[in-house]
């Protein structure tokens, strides 16, 4: 297939291909001048079935009911036989009957396009009837149905092909879909007659339609071969053309005294027989893949219920000599079930690995020939002015196509369509939450909902290393980004819909852009920490090494008392930076070696009390935050109190961190009169969202609590 021709362009060539064919048909079938007769076989030549009003055949007298013994025109004779009405050649009981089959069409044919026809009819004597050229609105529904079958087959099995051409069983489907095509263009012609047609373009399309059965049943077979998955690399397609063309040239030499049926359906049979066991292989090798065998399962009925039904109502019936059960003709609609079903099948098991943009296509396609069908309508069987016509069909496509075309690609096939320009402010919240597991996995979940609208969404314990479809598309799976376990999305769209492989595709690249940016976010944050690092690491050996020099050297107590309180000041900065990875007992225990350092200075007591801290991350900036609060608050206890007792108290509650610091007196006024640095500290808890108040104590004194929102799941 030439690449530089895109798909939709060969779909248009294809549908102009499949017009082409149509119009040949059609001009086949008008070949044929009308008596205006319908026939049915009879104990004596042919009986009339039904006489089309305003006909030759009941301008001429004819009525239905009578019995016609055989045509004649001025040259030629013909005596009429049950066999005469025969749809499908290949039935007939030996080659030399086939061969006479085409030799009395032919004469028939001549007869009737002579000028005059001479009926012989039981009971009336001898009628005359003046044909007349046959119109469009005179061809039978037999007809019309193979040729819509056509449509049908071969706009499906290419709208395959042509977007798969890389894919083994899409091409061979492609090619089950041009031979059911061709078989139904050869009988229309044929199976459609009144009465007869050329003996030469019959025996010709007889045998044109024998070859695309065979190829019909060999790519059948073939296609159960790989689907739903390759049983081995035996070249089983090619060994079938070999043995199938085979078949088809004993029957054109009509080898052998037999019947035609000998060369043509008993192949049909095998096919039939191995299909089945090839299926029963394909069940073995999948009954460890349950989506493989619930594919299996919807082949099966598609291809194989369909083909029985064919094969048991017609083709066992015409190798026994009888009449078939449906006309053929009429019994090509159930191999037409076989390419519906499986065109049901590519939405839902993905078969070929086509996408729901397939559908779209097929719309697209299906709508063209329906006005292309609908003009046909009004020129030949209304009789309307080729004019009025036209104005007709394109007030039609006008004023109901394109807007209705419209309205469905906006409403229906584009409400799923999804860009990743939409979601890029939602990775940037994403990576800013990289350090934050719980929320992370939280805005994560939230972007999925808001992406694919789940029904379910649930964790997994291992990680596929990308996205995957499995449970026959209903549901997604979706590997890690960093939150610790992957997902599993069911049900798209609240279960309106299944996944497809542009979900496949989009969740993938929406998974590596948002492991990108944590990725990015994360060294990012490492780069500041090791910079903290540098620079704590350069204060603790040159600035801590001279204020401990000026602590010695210093004659000054009050300088080496300054200097002191620098370096505690120092070292308090130093283990921040240490412990901003730390989690609530870690800080916890900072802030107690904080407390009791400052409280032995003051020769106070303190009194500790901490209680449902867990091991959970808690971030740097709050805790500073925090551990400046508590300083300030301490010194506040430490110069208002009585200096005997400190109570400091921290505990979880809820998904809020309590910490207060409690002194001892009697002079509440002075305790709690607010100034800066109250304003400080309430400024500080602002800014964590929290809350902060002071309070006398029950026992006297002042107590200051104050409380700020923690998420307790962030790992550490």
């Known amino acids: ?43 004596q030549g042919l009986s009339i079935e039904k006489v089309a ?21 001025t040259d030629l004779h013909q005596a009429l036989s049950s066999t005469s009405l025969t749809e499908e050649p290949s039935s007939l009981v030996s080659y030399d009957v086939y061969n006479r089959f085409f030799k009395e069409q032919t004469t028939l044919f001549n007869i009737i396009a002579s000028a005059k026809v001479q009926l012989e009819v039981v009971d009336h004597g001898t009628i005359t009837v003046t044909p007349e050229p046959r119109s469009i609105s005179q061809l039978s529904i037999l007809f019309w149905f193979q040729i819509a079958c056509s449509f049908v087959v071969w706009a499906t099995s290419l ?27 050869c009988t229309a012609i044929y199976s459609g007659r009144e009465l ?57 030499m009509q080898v052998g005294n037999g019947s035609p049926a000998d060369w043509f359906h008993i192949p049909v049979i095998l096919s039939l027989l191995s299909g089945f066991a090839i299926t029963i292989v394909q069940w073995f090798k999948s009954r460890q893949q349950p989506e493989h065998r619930l594919t299996l399962k919807w082949i099966m009925f ?29 019994a090509f609609g159930l191999l037409v079930l076989i390419y519906v079903c499986i065109s049901l099948g590519i939405s839902r098991f993905a078969l070929f690995d086509l996408d729901d943009w397939w559908q779209q296509i097929w719309l697209w396609l299906l709508i063209s020939a329906l006005f292309i069908i609908t003009d046909i309508i009004f020129v030949s069987f209304m009789k309307w002015h080729d004019v009025i016509s036209a104005i007709t069909s394109l007030s039609i496509i006008g004023f109901l196509y394109l807007p209705l075309r419209q309205w469905m690609f906006t409403h229906v096939f584009s409400r799923n369509q999804i860009g990743l320009e939409q979601f890029f402010s939602d990775i940037v919240q994403l990576a800013v939450l990289a350090d934050d597991k719980k929320a992370l996995s939280e805005a994560w979940e939230a972007l999925l909902r808001k992406v694919f609208s789940p029904l379910e969404i649930r964790q997994l314990q291992n ?64 780069g500041m920490d090791d910079e903290r690092q540098r620079i704590t690491s350069d204060l603790h050996d040159d600035l801590g090494a001279k204020l401990l020099s000026l602590v010695y050297k210093s004659e000054n107590e009050e300088l080496r008392k300054l200097a002191r309180q620098a370096i505690n000041d120092l070292r308090d900065i130093i283990d921040y930076n240490q412990e901003s990875r730390s989690n609530q007992q870690d800080w916890a225990a900072q802030w107690k070696r904080e407390c009791l350092r400052r409280v032995n200075e003051s ?43 400190i109570s400091v108290r921290i505990h979880m509650r809820g998904n809020k961190l309590f910490m207060s610091v409690r002194n001892h007196c009697h002079d509440l006024q002075q305790n709690c009169v607010g100034g800066h640095g109250m304003k400080h500290m309430k400024a500080r808890i602002q800014t964590l969202h929290g809350t902060i108040r002071w309070r006398a104590g029950k026992k006297g004194g002042c107590h200051v609590i104050w409380a700020v929102p923690i998420d307790g799941s962030n790992d550490s």
């Open 463 to 526: 990680s596929p290393k990308e996205a995957e479809m499995i449970r026959f598309n209903v549901a997604l799976m979706v590997p890690d980004i960093g939150t610790g376990s992957a997902l599993l999305l069911a049900y798209a769209d609240q279960g309106g819909r299944l996944f497809s492989q542009k979900d496949r595709s989009f969740i993938s690249t929406l998974s590596s852009m948002t492991r990108k940016a944590i990725g990015d976010a994360q060294a990012y944050q490492k």
């Open 53 to 73: 009003p305003g006909g030759p055949a009941e301008l001429a007298g004819i009525r239905s009911g009578m019995t016609v013994l055989s045509l004649s025109s």
């Open 1 to 43: 297939m030439n690449s530089r021709i895109a798909p939709r362009q060969w779909l248009s060539l294809s549908f102009l291909v499949l017009a082409a064919c149509a119009i040949a048909n059609i001009s086949g079938g008008l070949l044929e001048p009308t008596l205006g007769i319908t026939w049915q076989t009879s104990e």
């Open 302 to 330: 598609s291809m194989l219920v369909p083909g029985m039904l064919f094969v048991g109502g017609n083709t066992v019936f015409q190798l026994q000599q009888l009449p078939a059960l449906i006309p053929q003709g009429y």
């Open 196 to 252: 007869a047609t050329s003996g030469e373009l019959f025996y010709y399309l007889a045998i044109g339609s024998h070859f695309s059965g065979l190829m019909l049943t060999f790519s059948f077979v073939a296609l159960l071969w790989y689907i739903p998955q390759q049983i081995n690399q035996f070249p089983i397609f090619r060994v079938f053309v070999v043995l199938y063309s085979a078949f088809w040239i004993a029957d054109v």
């Open 603 to 645: 020769d106070a007591q303190l009194q500790w009390l901490q209680w449902n801290l867990s091991d959970h991350y808690l971030p740097a900036q709050m805790a500073q935050q925090l551990s400046r609060v508590l300083r300030e608050a301490l010194s506040n206890a430490l110069k208002h109190g009585d200096g005997k007792k």
């Open 159 to 185: 709208a395959v092909v042509i977007f798969r051409p890389e894919n083994t069983a899409a091409r061979i489907y492609g090619v089950m879909g041009f031979s059911f095509a061709m078989i139904t263009f």
